[in-house]
């Protein structure tokens, strides 16, 4: 299982970005996903969750701005990012819960994508 994540880049403050994060391999079933950020110097934080129901949760920081989906179909996680701030710049990273084909269940990284908020 490899979970795939995109969408980063440079944006102005007030801006937008979309970052994707997509599931594949031996896929059984996958229950939460998640996206998590790591600003230079600071400790990895949980930004937003959804359960496979879609119950969501967000981080105070971004509760508001920030908007967290996915697509069960093509195990595939979002979060759409409004208003963007140069504190939310950061590395992202993408996280799942997954029962594999062999019913084993683990929870899975992807790589970071950088987000840089900056004029």
């Known amino acids: 299982v490899q979970l795939q994540a995109s969408g980063g880049g440079l944006v102005q403050p007030g801006g937008s970005l979309r970052l994707s994060c997509a599931a594949s391999g031996s896929i059984f079933s996958i229950n939460a996903m998640n996206w998590y950020r790591q600003a230079p110097g600071k400790q990895r934080e949980l930004v937003a969750a959804?359960?496979?129901?879609?119950?969501?949760n967000y981080a105070d920081s971004v509760k508001g701005r920030f908007t967290i989906s996915r697509d069960n179909a093509k195990n595939t996680v979002y979060l759409q990012m409004d208003t963007l701030k140069p504190e939310d710049t950061a590395v992202y990273y993408c996280?799942?819960?997954?029962?594999?084909?062999?019913?084993?269940?683990?929870?899975?990284w992807g790589r970071g994508t950088l987000v840089t908020v900056s004029s």
């Open positions: 996280s799942g819960v997954v029962t594999n084909t062999a019913r084993a269940t683990t929870n899975y």
């Open positions: 959804i359960t496979s129901g879609g119950n969501t």
